[in-house]
């Protein structure tokens, strides 16, 4: 949050704004004060933006916890009260809003203002957590709420300047939220389960707790609760991590390094990796829908024996039967007995009955729960044997249905739907007929749309589904479809970074591809679905190498779960030439994001499929199944096999992924054992050469990189710094902000050796910023490192050992430890704590607790602070 602890974000998210006032009232204002907040390119959160209908308190209540700033708008009227509450929802969002969150109140001027209202104002003028400012017209509130969100941001880096300034106590509560999804509606019936659960991670010597359960139990939003509430007993960090949509075992620790902020560039194995992440860190780790790949768990064994104080939280339908495991039968919620009197006050003792009447209201607001219906109510609860998620399917009917009618439904199906699945355990038969009768209450129009959505990964757009409308049942009616079974609570709408997403659950994923396999149809809806991606992965792969790099891997990290969804269908239903294309196109976001790991597995079970395939994909697949092996276990096989890929591109009239390959094959030469400096520089060259001549600068740019290395190695800083130049010229040509970080920080390090600090400054600053852009964090940790270098090399041993500790902070949560980039700012470090080792040692104290954004504060001058804070703000 801005208020604490600077988040750092997924490219999904950015900074929140909670916008508190009467509706109709001050309808003017709220719209010019979303149009500020949107010119800075954050997020409103508005009352009126909600998807569906929600219990206002519950729906205002989830928004201020999701929320980072909050902005009040105050005028003549106090508000409703509602029945049984002592103050109205504006007042209640106020005292709602944490103390610790940013509060900015505008009051328009009036000689009209309601009592209680003046009361509220008094109270928040004495309040010194809140800024307030009177204003007059709609336009004057939009240019004074623009210009105090912009200071409020840049005040909140400056306060990291400063040891003494005002700072969060608890400095892992922001990226907390940030991780841990924060449910949507109220969890009903867990609390001692809850209780149970914190109790065996935090003080019963449990470091492996599984959640286990059938499907639609509630086993993910059980763990969700966990996940927050354990938060103040894991201060290094809480990651859920989602694995719903990973099907191969080998794509475990890929998928659990990227939730943990590392990118696999191939240089160290994934494993090693993520050990020097969790290395002296308590931290938990929730896995969500571990089930699909229980064949990897024995990794997890091998994770928690490696780091001693990382905790883990699995969801999974099946025991994992592993060493340390210990099991949580997550059980139904409470349900009335049978024959119990049908009395509104047994059925307001129920869980279930309150899970129902809860997700009721959200869907008919009016409805509530009566001596009338109270029987219907507990009848469907029992019938459904208190699965939450087949007891909100049930309760999403009240809309077209009432609890009589629901409950004379399921008397009829249940019984004949549960018959046809005798082979699965009780309460899986029970939740796959509630799926099967909700599904056919719904036209077959509808049907059709909710089972071709099973092959999307994740989160999807509207765009992405009308892709697949050519020739489907539902084709010309994407919107009605999705907007009824949004309706039906069998999709999931959300707003992420201004734009609707929608979701299914896993399980309601797992039954509409269940579906359209056995109508035969999988294969032909995987295609369309993988053709719309490999059309954006065409559309968005050239603004990688130039000006659009930063945009299109914010636009890919969206789209990431289907983008690794979309190569999985291409090699399933064997279109492996296809597959090796979009695997090839998207090279440099691999490279940026660092998701090799992931692209092997796929490459090898293309190559072990034994279907004809190109010369190209067979390259493509070789290459990166070499590219890990080139950094971690160099060898002359690696050279030959480059050599071959090399080939193979060639022949294929691929010149530039050949080229791109040669180089490659001359970078492996200088990682061997007994590199071979002289033939690799000379194969440097000529890739050099080949790349400029094909038209592909990025490519000769990152080689350029390659030869100030090897320039290095020879000992001739003047003839690495000349490449290093050329590398940064051309990037800097082409918009590449990647390739112009690398150079830089290699670059800067050698202008350090040769004493031209002013114009290593320059240069590392710019590589921060790049860095930033990129969200790339391990680039970041390189220009603080550089910025370490120049304040010792100033006599500035507070700050240099401040940068070189929130850098080393950094290196150690992504698991990066690199010799070669620790010598430089070492020595400067090193030179400082020989001439003032106790300001150094200060330095180090405020850096190891500074966030990425308040070490970044710290390290730049303006006005590159506020462009900094302005790229942060969006992460």
């Known amino acids: 949050m801005i208020g604490g602890t600077p988040v750092i974000r997924t490219p999904d998210q950015r900074i929140r704004v909670f916008v508190s006032s009467t509706l109709r009232e001050l309808a003017e204002e709220r719209a010019a004060a979303r149009r500020a907040i949107e010119a800075l390119r954050l997020a409103p959160v508005l009352f009126e933006l909600g998807a569906r209908p929600h219990p206002p308190r519950a729906l205002y209540r989830s928004y201020l916890e999701q929320s980072d700033v909050f902005v009040g708008i105050y005028a003549d009227s106090y508000g409703w009260v509602a029945p049984e509450e002592e103050v ?27 009592e209680r209202l003046a009361a ?59 991780r841990v999804p924060v449910p949507y509606t109220t969890t009903i019936g867990r609390q001692g389960d809850v209780a149970a659960v914190v109790q065996m991670l935090t ?20 763990a969700i609760e966990v996940a927050l509430a354990a938060a103040h007993e894991f201060p290094d960090g809480v990651y859920f991590v989602a694995l719903e949509n990973v099907l191969e075992p080998a794509l475990l620790l890929p998928t659990i390094a990227y939730s943990l902020g590392i990118r696999d560039n191939g240089e160290a194995a994934i494993e090693e990796r993520i050990s020097r992440a969790l290395e002296g860190r308590r931290v938990l780790i929730a896995l969500d829908n ?22 883990f939280l699995v969801t999974s339908r099946v025991v994992l039967r592993i060493r340390g495991e210990r099991v949580y039968d997550v059980q139904a919620l409470t349900t009335p007995a049978d024959g119990a009197p049908a009395t509104l006050e047994r059925a307001e003792r129920s869980s279930a009955c309150a899970l129902f009447v809860d997700r009721a209201q959200a869907a008919a607001p009016a409805f509530a729960l009566t001596e009338a219906n109270a029987g219907a109510v507990m009848d469907i609860c029992r019938r459904l044997q208190g699965l939450p998620l087949a007891i909100e399917l049930a309760a999403a009917k009240v809309r077209m249905l009432s609890p009589h009618a629901i409950a004379e439904r399921l008397e009829r199906s249940l019984p004949l739907l549960t018959a046809a699945v005798r082979d699965m355990p009780e309460r899986h038969r029970t939740m796959r007929a509630t799926l099967e009768w909700s599904v056919s209450l719904l036209p077959p129009a509808h049907r059709a749309l909710l089972e071709d959505l099973g092959v999307f990964a994740e989160r999807f757009t509207l765009e992405g589904v009308e892709a697949l409308e050519p020739g489907r049942a539902w084709e010309g009616g994407a919107i009605e479809g999705l907007a009824a079974l949004v309706d039906s609570s069998l999709v999931t709408q959300t707003d992420l970074d201004g734009r609707s997403v929608l979701s299914l659950l896993a399980i309601v994923r797992e039954y509409a591809l269940g579906r359209l396999k056995e109508r035969g149809e999988a294969d032909l809806v995987r295609a369309a679905h993988a053709d719309y991606y490999r059309d954006l992965v065409v559309r968005l792969a050239p603004q990688l190498r130039g000006p659009g790099q930063a945009q ?54 293309l190559l072990g499929k034994e279907q004809p395939i190109t010369q190209h994909t067979r390259a493509v697949a070789w290459f990166f199944s070499l590219w890990g092996q080139l950094w971690q276990r160099p060898a002359q096989e690696v050279v030959a096999g480059l050599g071959e890929v090399t080939r193979l591109f060639s022949e294929s009239g691929d010149e530039d992924a050949a080229a791109m390959a040669f180089a490659a094959r001359a970078t492996a030469r200088v990682q061997l054992p007994d590199p071979d400096i002289d033939r690799a520089e000379s194969e440097l060259n000529e890739a050099v050469e080949r790349l400029h001549a094909v038209g592909n600068p990025w490519g000769e740019a990152i080689t350029r990189v390659s030869l100030g290395r090897v320039a290095w190695l020879r000992g001739s800083i003047d003839d690495a710094l000349a490449h290093l130049e050329r590398a940064t010229a051309i990037a800097q040509e082409g918009g590449d ?74 290196r150690h949560r992504v698991g990066v430890f690199d010799v070669e980039a620790f010598t430089v700012h070492s020595l400067s470090l090193d030179a400082a704590r020989a001439t003032a080792p106790q300001l150094v040692a200060e330095g180090e104290a405020l850096g190891e607790g500074l966030t990425l954004a308040e070490a970044v504060a710290l390290a730049l001058p303006e006005p590159e602070r506020t462009r900094a804070a302005e790229v942060l703000a969006h992460w």
């Open 88 to 114: 109205s929802g504006l007042e209640d969002e106020y005292n709602l809003a944490p103390a610790s969150m940013p509060k900015l109140i505008y009051i328009k001027a009036s000689d009209a203002r309601d």
């Open 120 to 178: 509220l104002i008094g109270r928040i003028q004495s309040d010194d957590t809140a800024a307030y400012l009177p204003f007059h017209t709609a336009d004057e509130l939009e240019a004074r709420l623009g210009d105090d969100l912009a200071t409020l941001m840049a005040e909140r880096f400056e306060q990291s300047r400063s040891p003494g300034g005002d700072g969060d106590d608890e400095p892992h509560a922001g990226a907390l939220v940030s």
């Open 203 to 222: 003080h019963g010597g449990d470091r492996l707790v599984s959640l286990i359960g059938p499907g639609g139990i509630g086993k993910s939003r059980l």
């Open 290 to 311: 571990f089930e699909q790949i229980v064949e990897a768990a024995p990794v997890l064994v091998r994770l928690y024996t490696v780091a001693p104080l990382a905790s």
């Open 552 to 605: 299109a891997v914010a636009e890919l990290g969206l789209q990431l779960a289907n983008l690794r969804a979309a190569v999985r269908h291409l090699v399933h239903i064997d279109r492996l030439d296809d597959a090796g294309d979009f695997a090839w196109a998207l090279l440099i976001y691999w490279w940026i994001m660092g998701l090799f790991a992931g692209v092997r597995v796929w490459m090898l079970e």
């Open 737 to 810: 902000l990647f390739t112009r970080s690398i150079a830089g920080n290699q670059k800067g390090r050698l202008l350090i050796v040769q004493g031209s600090i002013d114009e290593a400054e320059r240069v590392f600053v710019r590589t921060l910023l790049d860095s930033l852009r990129l969200r790339h964090e391990e680039g970041a940790a390189y220009g603080l490192e550089g910025l370490c270098a120049v304040a010792g090399a100033r006599g500035e041993p507070r700050l240099a050992g401040a940068l070189s500790a929130a850098a080393t902070a950094i």
